[in-house]
């Protein structure tokens, strides 16, 4: 999101190259530690990263354990089937994820998930999401 300082970035590999060295250093000190990569659900706000393409600063196998997505019923909201399967098939949507992380043999995580009541975006209290 663009709320964040890292999210000014727009070098793809310097981001990439930042992410890897982060890892090296952790796994320095804790070579067991397993490292999640988490994207946004629907994609991330414009320009975050360049192109609106969370794919492009994957850092690579290598310096993942596990690949996550935040969900949550907004930007847009699910109400129905036909709604919930465009997003879910989407590019940053939790279907195509959970493939990514089979293809590249990596566990799925869903670290941040729920409802919001945020206007305009929100589906608040959507029974149709949570089930």
Known sequence: GNWFEGSKATD???WIQAFRKVV?????VA????IEWVMNAHGSSPGCPPGQNAWSVYPGDDYVDIIGM????MYPPSHNDD???A???DLHGLCHLVEQARTHHKKFCVPEWGVSNKLPNGGG??????S
């Open 24 to 28: 090296h250093a952790i796994r320095s």
């Open 70 to 73: 935040d969900n949550y019923d």
């Open 125 to 130: 209290d959507n029974p149709y999401f949570i």
């Open 12 to 14: 793809t590999a310097l």
């Open 31 to 34: 070579p067991n530690v397993k």
């Open 87 to 89: 997003q879910c098939n």
């Open 83 to 85: 709604e919930w399967n």
